[in-house]
């Protein structure tokens, strides 16, 4: 793999660091490997660190010349990523670095997701710890874990150290925008216990795919096919037209990830496979070419429905080898599909006060056949606590009601606008003397770790920046070059400001 410095981007430390960064396995969960790594690179500088039974990791520097009578500024960013790859791509994600490449002015890697959230945060801080160069009041870095599954690590840190009272959290995807709020959220999980029985007849895997997918929370409103959704209302309009077992299902990478493809092993029952019928206009049929033709008319539905906001969604049916195999008994099945087709998905609600930001919505991001039970994931948001609390109570009532058991984590809560910020000011005032415009005051659908911290850090000031990103939590993500280095000059001239 080519090094990114061979290809002379700028500023050559963020990207030197950022290379580093990808080249230590760092998906949710996986993190202790980078972890360590950040712990070494404060050791080999003498810098004051901590790395808690989390693996979560702070880093102190003091003030540089000058300096040394502003106020600490928190500088904060998480350590893991979203780690999804195209399928078949022959890469390992849990003991394998990425595989960089540049297209233009952006940054990608090969077959899998960046990480550019949040790895431009932790390369970014790592910058400026490493130089003795740029101005700065003292600095508590803070580098948490598995914010992707529910921000535990922030959930967990131990913040009684800390002296800072402004923090800039580099967890946002879109430069010129200066977040100042973001939804609260919670991870739901369903398990449906369920019994199987062989069934004998012919083998098909199916496929729903082609779908752009993309972050549950800055892009739910573009009305995306959602895969396991999908794969639904299949599943459910194939019940009444042929008699099929479900033998597996998988779906979706991450809860807040809306899925791109979902693939179901079902068996068409012998009785059925030679059984023949006379169509309305007097064509015979056997059950598998009506079970085609169904699945035919469902993929017809589908592209028309989604032709412009997902237009390459298709359905895809492979012959196994094999006659039969264990299945979902057929009651059970029943209450699966139902599940899968009648839950709520999606933007439940716009904002009344923000136009055109998402209130409340939910992801169905992960669906599984685990053995005698199967599993399905959500990310709900709310910008309103009440919503969200009744969004995860009616998703009880519909789990309860097919018999299925709902479990609740992660629950976290939005970062609320303040109509007073001094911090985010000096921030506005910054921007518009160094670049001769206004930057954007916006809060986001989003999760981040601000509402969490703030409630730890009474009198937390906060804001959110980052460079342009495109398609996060994706096969397709890329991180603009130009940006990150607009964004770089932006956070010096930050923490450069006296009083």
């Not at 430390?13 to 404060?42: M, T, W």
């Not at 890697?109 to 949040?118: H, I, N, Q, V």
């Not at 459910?236 to 693939?263: F, M, W």
């Amino acid at each position: 793999m080519a090094a990114v410095g061979n290809w002379n981007l700028e500023p050559e430390k963020v990207f030197r660091f950022f290379g580093e960064i990808c080249k230590i396995p760092h998906g949710s969960g996986n993190v202790d490997g980078i972890s360590n790594y950040l712990v070494e690179f404060a050791r080999e500088r003498g810098l004051f660190h901590v790395q808690d039974a989390w693996k979560n990791v702070i880093i102190v520097k003091e003030a540089s010349a000058g300096y040394e009578n502003e106020a600490p500024v928190i500088l904060q960013g998480h350590m893991d990523m979203v780690a999804v790859k195209k399928p078949g791509a022959g890469i390992d994600m849990e003991k394998e670095g990425l595989r960089l490449a540049v297209d233009g002015d952006y940054l990608y890697a090969r077959d899998t997701s960046l990480g550019g959230d949040d790895g431009i945060a932790v390369a970014y801080a790592l910058a400026i710890l490493d130089s003795g160069e740029i101005a700065h009041p003292k600095l508590e870095v803070i580098f948490t874990v598995d914010e992707e599954v529910g921000m535990e690590g922030a959930r967990n840190l131990d913040v009684s150290m800390l002296e800072g009272k402004r923090m800039i959290n580099l967890d946002s995807e879109e430069e010129g925008i200066i977040l100042a709020g973001c939804a609260g959220g919670a991870r739901v999980d369903w398990t449906l216990p369920v019994k199987r029985m062989h069934k004998a007849g012919t083998v098909y895997e199916i496929t729903v795919k082609g779908l752009l997918g993309g972050h549950s929370g800055s892009e739910i409103d573009k009305e995306r096919g959602n895969a396991n959704c999908l794969m639904g209302r299949l599943l459910y309009g194939l019940e009444s037209s042929a008699e099929t077992g479900l033998a597996a299902l998988e779906g979706g990478l991450a809860d807040n990830a809306i899925p791109r493809e979902t693939k179901a092993v079902v068996v068409l029952a012998e009785a059925d496979g030679n059984s023949q019928s006379m169509d309305n206009d007097g064509t015979v049929e056997t059950a598998e070419t009506r079970f085609l033709r169904k699945i035919g008319e469902v993929e017809a539905q589908f592209r028309q429905e989604m032709q412009t906001k997902d237009p390459d969604v298709c359905i895809t049916v492979e012959r196994l080898e094999g006659d039969g195999l264990e299945c979902v008994v057929p009651e059970d099945a029943r209450k699966l599909t139902g599940l899968l087709f009648s839950a709520p998905n999606g933007v439940q609600a716009m904002s009344a006060d923000m136009k055109g930001l998402v209130e409340t919505s939910l992801n169905m991001g992960i669906v599984r056949l685990e053995g005698e039970r199967a599993v399905i994931q959500f990310s709900v948001r709310s910008s309103l606590e009440g919503a969200k609390k009744a969004l995860v109570a009616k998703l009880e009532c519909i789990a309860r009601m097919a018999g299925a058991v709902q479990d609740v984590r992660g629950d976290y809560p939005g970062w609320a606008y303040r109509k007073d910020s001094p911090f985010r000011d000096m921030a506005v005032e910054v921007y518009r003397n160094r670049y001769g415009k206004e930057p954007e005051i916006q809060a986001i659908h989003a999760g981040l770790e601000c509402g969490l911290l703030m409630a730890k850090i009474p009198g937390l000031e906060c804001i959110s920046i980052g460079p342009d990103m495109k398609d996060i939590h994706t096969t397709e993500e890329k991180l603009s070059i130009s940006s990150t280095a607009r964004v770089w000059d932006y956070v010096l001239n930050l923490l450069g400001q006296h009083g």
